[in-house]
C-alpha cells in the first residue's frame, strides 16, 4: 500500500489555508484548503476522502500539486488542453455540403461513421458553425 508524503506547513501557509476557508472564495479552492490542512494534521488520503466526500484521486492530486507548488500549486486551476478532432472541420464542412442520393437526411451518428470520428467530436464542429444535418 502507498503512503502518501506528509505535509507540513508554516505558519504562514497554516494562515492562508484557514483564510481561504473563511473567505467567499470558490468552493474548488475551499475543498483544495481543507485537503492540505486535514493532511497537515495527519490523517491519510482515505481518511480525508471519506470525511470531505471526495474521491481518494482527488485528494491525492491536490496533495501532490500542494508538495510540488505549495499555495500557488492549488490556487489555480492547471490548465486544460482542448480535444483535437482527429479530422480537419474543413473536411466535414465539405461532407455537410456533400448530398448523397441515397441518404435522404444525414445524422451525426452516420456522417461521424462515415468520416471515422466520434459523434461527440462531430457534434461539438456543428455547434461550432451551426450547422444542421439537413442542410443542402
Known amino acids: 500500500m502507498k503512503v502518501a508524503t506528509k505535509i507540513s506547513l508554516t505558519e504562514e501557509e497554516r494562515t492562508a489555508l ?3 476557508l473563511r473567505l467567499p472564495t470558490s ?3 475551499v475543498l483544495r484548503a481543507k485537503i492540505i490542512l486535514l493532511a497537515a494534521d495527519g490523517r491519510t488520503n482515505q481518511q480525508i476522502a471519506r470525511q ?3 474521491s481518494r484521486k482527488t485528494v491525492s492530486l491536490w496533495r501532490r500539486r500542494f ?3 505549495r499555495l500557488a500549486g492549488i490556487e489555480k486551476e492547471s490548465p486544460r488542453n482542448k480535444p483535437q478532432s482527429k479530422v480537419d472541420e474543413a473536411v ?3 461532407k455537410m455540403k456533400e448530398h448523397p442520393a441515397n441518404i435522404p437526411r444525414r445524422t451525426v451518428r452516420s456522417l461521424a ?3 471515422g470520428i466520434s459523434p ?3 457534434h461539438r464542429v456543428w455547434k461550432i458553425y451551426r450547422l444542421d444535418s439537413r442542410q443542402e
Do not use: M
Open 18 to 20: 484557514n483564510v481561504w
Open 27 to 29: 468552493a474548488r479552492l
Open 52 to 54: 470531505l466526500q471526495a
Open 67 to 69: 508538495l510540488e507548488g
Open 92 to 94: 466535414i464542412l465539405q
Open 113 to 115: 461513421k462515415e468520416l
Open 120 to 122: 461527440a467530436a462531430l
